[in-house]
């Protein structure tokens, strides 16, 4: 287990090296002076050269790229231009919007997928099976924002349940009443991807269902549902638990719109509001920010299988 | 005793797979099934068992054990019922263990489903035993994986007795073992038959295997069996010409021919089984009334008993 743990983390590092070069390079890949691009056409030669000077932009690349990542570091993404705050206070002004949305999301999906996909699964062929993959089909194929404008058609405009945009803070006035700004958002997200999970648990299942052991089960006589339980369905939640690393990565990119369609103050949007102010720091700093958060979750994803499954040990 | 009755399997809207198969198994007695592969072993084995895979299902025909009838019952329904109490064993050891849980958790599992009110992990270690496991402290906490394949199949063994069968079902239990193995779990599988005084339906395509382990023998083709007897006389004078070719097969000690005869031809897949005597394309005997028709059934002294209408070794018929 330690050993594996190690080789992990080594392969993650490694990783986010590449991907922190491919980060700080993108600025280099943009046609013309980033400075330029960045302070727009009618910046004066004194701000172009206080800002190239304090981006360390008149130094050689690879020096560049050490003081960029001996600063990230040491938890210094640098500076956001148009806040003129640290690209850190921004990101963490956005991180709990952000982490409580892919929090709720995760729970509707495994609270819808997983176990719907089962009930499709033991009630494969029937009617209820062809309805629920069906809704799974429709749910997966359109995007999210539109279910985003339906949901907050209906469920805000319509019937008033919910708030249709905005989040106050859960420390704020409200305090956790206000998660129900996040109802919306966090089912528009959960949609696709709970669709996603309800029909690979399904399919899993189904391929499980086929193997010599289940047969061996049945054989010793134990009643169906625990024949399920403990030997189908432990064995489909493999495939289902090294799928939520994949997940994961969907639900970064989806949130992005999203945060947009409900105009949540999350990371997500913040992204998209530098991209159009050209922000770069705070773009450098989420997208690091984002991989290093991906990788961890994918080492936790691997080592969760690892528990369930006693066969990786040998490998 | 377990007495299997004409029974039928077919594909759902398909063809027959098993054809009318009808044979009694005895306490403390082995009955050797053989047929080449594709024959309807396998699916035979399931049907006693109720446990055919979801395209196919018993049509015909009935199971009853010591008079309760246990047609069409699943194994859990079987285990309420108190009756069936048949046991399996696999023909794929490294598929037939749960990959996840551990050796102890498998049998006992089984242990829970039989004896209830027994303590489940003394007697799982002492079925373990009784399979001759070395090491069982260690190897209750072994996974499937860890296992040797024919340790593996010793765990489907200990698995099965778990379920105090009175007939014990292995399908090709030591085709995927190498022969040392495959001796071991043999004499195992003997051993506990006299011991436990428990029917054996053995099931292989190998008649050698059968010569050294059956006390009778049943020989099956295309679905049907074909022949029936003690495993003395019917190695000594078989009746089927089907039978005689598949002895014809056998790798001969005495004799330094490389080469093993084969039977021409091949086997007909279900759906395609020629009118008549289904062998009968084949076979070197056949005449006109073998392609059409019913085939009478003949007898030979010892009681055996062929599906044929020009049987060989005439001199044994009753
Ligand atoms: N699910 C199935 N659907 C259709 N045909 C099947 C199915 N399973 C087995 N068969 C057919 O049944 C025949 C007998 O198979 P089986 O009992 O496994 O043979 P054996 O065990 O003697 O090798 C084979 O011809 C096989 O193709
Ligand atoms: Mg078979």
Known sequence: MGRYFLRRTGAAIITLIAASIIIFGFIHLIPGDPIYVMLGDGATPEQVALLRNRMGLDEPLVVQYMIWAGNALQGDLGQSIFFDTPVTQVIKEGAETSILLATITMVWIILFGVPVGILSAIRQGTWIDQGLSGLAMLLASVPTFWVGLYLILIFAAGLGWFPSSGFPSIFEEGGLSNLRYLILPSLALAAPNAALILRLTRASMLDVAREDYVRTARAKGIRPYRVVLRHILRNALLAVVSAFGFTFAALISEAVVTETVFALPGIGRTVVQSILRRDYPVIQGVILVTVCLYLVINLLVDLSYRLLDPRVELE | ?318
Do not use: W
């Open chain 2, 1 to 318: 005793m377990l007495n299997v009755d004409n029974i039928v399997v077919s594909v759902r809207n398909g063809p027959d797979i098993v054809r009318g198969v009808s044979f009694r198994i005895e306490p403390g007695e082995i009955l050797g099934l053989v047929g080449e592969s594709g024959s309807g072993k396998s699916m035979t084995s399931l049907a006693l068992m109720g446990l055919l895979p979801p395209a196919l299902h018993l049509s015909a025909g009935s199971i009853t054990q010591d008079g309760a009838d246990v047609t069409h019952l699943a194994p859990h329904e079987r285990v309420r019922r108190k009756c069936g109490k048949m046991a399996m064993v696999f023909q794929e050891p490294m598929t037939s263990l749960n990959p996840v849980l551990r050796i102890a958790e498998q049998i006992e599992e089984a242990v829970r489903v039989h004896d209830p009110d027994t303590d489940a992990s003394p007697r799982a270690r002492e079925l373990l035993d009784m399979v001759r496991i070395p090491d069982t402290a260690h190897q209750m906490r072994s996974f499937p994986h860890e296992l040797s394949g024919g340790m593996r199949q010793r765990v489907m063994i200990a698995i099965a007795l778990a379920c105090r069968p009175q007939v014990l079902i292995a399908d090709e239990p030591t085709t995927a073992l190498d022969v040392t193995v495959q001796l071991q779990v043999l004499g195992l599988i003997r051993d506990l038959c006299n011991r436990l005084d428990m029917g054996v339906l053995f099931i292989t395509h190998d008649l050698g295997v059968v010569a050294q382990l059956a006390d009778r023998v049943a020989v099956m083709y295309a679905g049907s069996l074909v022949e029936n007897a003690d495993v003395e006389p019917l190695f000594r004078a078989p009746l089927h010409p089907y039978t005689g070719a598949l002895m014809a097969c056998l790798p001969n000690p005495e004799s330094d021919d490389a080469v093993m005869a084969t039977i021409s031809g091949s086997a007909p897949r279900p759906g395609a089984i020629p009118p008549g005597c289904p062998f009968s394309p084949r076979c070197s005997r056949a005449q006109q009334p073998c392609l059409s028709g019913p085939v009478p059934c003949a007898r030979g002294v010892a009681g055996q008993t062929a599906m044929c209408h020009f049987p060989l070794n005439e001199s044994v018929l009753a």
